[in-house]
């Protein structure tokens, strides 16, 4: 199959071309897909999407009209498509719904252990000559009440890396996990999860439900000095409402690698230009926050199972007119 790469970048080149073994034409355009950039598809079978591409029922109908049927996302998360302008032009989708748990697991502990310890602040403090230890105060992890919102495979993964630590973890999902209970997870009412937590990791998919799930209500509910780690979907946190809250001291600390309007600031330089986002740019002033650029996933054991599992969808598609994980509109 011919296939459209958008938001591809020299390493989606090296793991989508290992992965692919020659097996359909690749072509890799950096470009996001977008209504702007939707013509440089240029009829492909396949288009290949990213995170932040804009796969909006207008882009939808441009594909189809030029010959698309497939959309290939390289991603779990699917909010970025418009499933029922693609179900109602023919169009199927599919997703990476597994690749490495760990991967972002890890990442989020790594946010914690940073957060917590000031390692950040310290590193660049001793590149200055200063030794100093004021303000690097932490708090021992053992012992302390970890709450965990979306207990899927990341969720699970982290929460038993959390009891590793000595640590007591409660969780919250609508579908509880009999392996996450077996590591001695307790499943809790959100609510009193909000209220309990010393430390709140989510590990949520976007839904309508959880969009905004961190606003100033729940955070009204938690302990004072909380800590709040996001490595799910940037719109599960209201960015507005946790600088009111770090304000008021309420959020102790808060430790971000997705952020709701990420698709103009993340995986580009812009070391050479201002930030035109105020909120954004409000949250990089204070000292307890902590903010990687959507780097969860990113780990050479992920992305080898992103192109795989993305090869194996295209290849399926066009063997069967399946794909091995569709994504199909809700009803």
Known sequence: MDVAIFSAKPYDRQFLA???EGRHQLAFIEARLS??????AGGAD???AFVNDQVTAPVIAEL?????????LRSAGFNHVDLA?????????GRVPAYSPHAVAEHAVALILTLNRNTHRAFNRVREGNFALEGLLGFDLCGKTVGVVGTGLIGRTFAGIMRGFGCRVIASDPYPSDECAALGVTYVPLERLFAEADILSLQCPLTPDTHHLIDDRAIGLMKRGVMIVNTSRGAVVDASAVIRG???????????DVYEEEAD???????QKAIQDDVFARLLTFPNVLITGHQAFFTREALTGIARTTIDNITAYEDTGRVLHPVTAPR
């Open 18 to 20: 290992a992965a692919n």
């Open 35 to 40: 209504d702007e950039t939707v013509r440089f």
């Open 46 to 48: 396949c288009i290949c």
């Open 64 to 72: 189809a009209a030029a010959g698309t049927k497939l959309i290939a």
């Open 85 to 93: 302008a693609a179900e109602a032009a023919g169009m199927t989708v």
């Open 246 to 256: 770090l304000k008021s001291g309420v959020i102790g600390g808060l430790a971000l």
């Open 265 to 271: 600031l993340f995986f580009e330089d812009l070391s």
